[in-house]
């Protein structure tokens, strides 16, 4: 018989474990009414009290032990809040093994241990879910375990980290460094003091190997999926790139080929000013799907921040609350059926923006068409700007290429006398 309260543990009390509060309590009353039963926090677990915080706890729902959590009979659902593996993992795996279900926004230990912690709630016959790992509030998990799960996924592409597109959006509409936008994001909370998992596309990636097994049913090795950041992206390239009428993105592109194989890959790209995703500006999050029956969908919202991402982890709460409620569990599993065969980055087919500094005389253009001819490289369009009197820019945009044959082109081309330098390579897509 189902409890008449339904009682929540919150493990780990930052960002994400206080709006997961403030949610949870300012809306007490019309929770109960969507559930059926009051849904309570009774116990707030974390290691430091002391520091400032944006949500207070009161003194009695406060400890510094976990176990206090998830050893107690009468916490049904733990939400752990922490992030990292260690201890995470180890407390979501006590938790299910207890018999309490989870819920959590934690995109890492969910993209390296997802099918772990599933087969052991599987076997327990409770809940996990994470709608808060990726996308923050967008709901773009249940989005492809529910509404679109009849489909057949062709594409995931999105922007999933906030950090990332407020620098580039500073970059490309304020005319930014990198090293002053991300300063900037510093300095308003959007960036960690140390940014590397954000701005080298850690973050992304581990999102992109979640939101690949959901949409193609094939689990994802996040150390496989392909990844570049934008710490290399320069003012001249997002300049020139609003000249031709793109923009500049960090993208997590899933794609599944005719051969039913996968390409994961996270990495700038520019995009055209057309494309729905190119209008996404600051530390917003959206996902566009490609599906064989719905078209196109895109979800759009607030990648990041307290409220937000607590929003997205309290819907999962009253989502596990309900099955409580009505002794179900597991209605919507992740079905991955084996590992994904992934496509190497060196085989995948993409259109190539490319910036090179070369000597300003006669044959340079000539030379350097002919190293890409000899690769099967078709140019699309091509600029020269002289810069200097002596070296010039010659940007180009080149036709969809395998890139193994425009890495040996690259290779060649920067072997020339004539060429001093090549700045950028960008994917382009859309």
């Known amino acids: 018989m189902a409890r008449e309260t339904i009682n929540v543990g919150i493990l780990g ?12 309590t300012d809306n007490a009353q019309s929770i109960t009414q969507r559930v059926g039963r009051p849904v309570n926090v009774v116990k707030v677990a974390d290691i430091d009290w002391d520091r400032p915080r944006e949500f207070d706890v009161p003194p009695e729902l406060r400890t510094t032990d976990a176990s206090e959590i998830l050893e107690d009979e009468n916490i049904d659902i733990v939400a752990e809040t922490i992030g990292g593996i260690k201890p995470a993992l180890g407390f979501v795996m006590a938790a299910i093994e207890a018999g309490k279900s989870v819920v959590t926004s934690n995109k890492e230990m969910i993209a390296r241990h997802g099918n772990e912690i599933l087969s052991a709630a599987a076997a327990r016959s409770v809940d996990v879910a994470f709608e808060g790992a990726v996308g923050g509030v967008v709901p773009v998990i249940r989005t492809l375990k529910e509404s679109l799960d009849a489909d057949n996924i062709h594409e995931v592409m999105g922007i999933v980290n906030g950090t990332t597109n407020y620098i580039l959006t500073q970059m490309s509409q304020n005319d930014m460094a990198f090293e002053t936008a991300l300063k900037q994001a510093q300095e308003l909370g959007y960036a960690e003091a140390d940014p590397t998992a954000d701005v080298e596309g850690i973050d992304a990636a581990n999102k992109l190997a979640i939101l690949s097994a959901l949409a193609f049913g094939r689990r994802v090795d ?34 599944r080929t005719a051969e039913d194989r996968l390409e994961a890959r996270v990495h700038p790209v520019l995009l055209p000013n057309s494309h ?21 969908v895109m979800l759009y919202g607030r990648g990041a921040g307290a409220l937000p991402t607590g929003a997205a982890v309290a819907g999962d709460v009253l989502d596990c609350a309900r099955n409580i409620v ?50 099967e490289v078709s140019i699309n369009s091509v600029i020269q700007e002289q810069s200097d009197g002596k070296t010039a820019d010659i940007v180009w945009i080149v036709h969809e290429c395998v890139e193994d044959q425009l890495t040996s082109a690259l290779k060649a081309i920067e072997s020339l006398p004539i060429v001093e330098s090549i700045p950028a390579c960008i994917r382009v897509e859309g």
């Open 222 to 255: 996040v150390s496989q999926v392909y990844r570049e950041g934008i710490s290399r992206i320069l003012p001249e390239d997002i300049a020139y790139a609003r000249r031709m009428g793109f923009v500049v993105k960090l993208l997590a592109i899933g794609r």
């Open 326 to 375: 009505h002794g179900a569990s597991g209605r919507t599993p992740c079905a991955c059926a084996g590992e994904a065969d992934l496509v190497p980055m060196g085989e995948v087919r993409s259109k190539v923006y490319l910036r090179m500094r070369v000597k300003d005389q006669a044959g340079v253009l000539g030379t350097i068409a002919t190293i890409f001819g000899s690769q």
């Open 276 to 296: 729905a995703l190119a209008a996404v500006v600051g530390s917003f999050n959206a996902v566009f799907i490609r599906g064989e029956a719905c078209d196109d």
């Open 13 to 24: 009390y930052g960002i994400v474990g206080g709006g997961l509060y403030k949610v949870l």
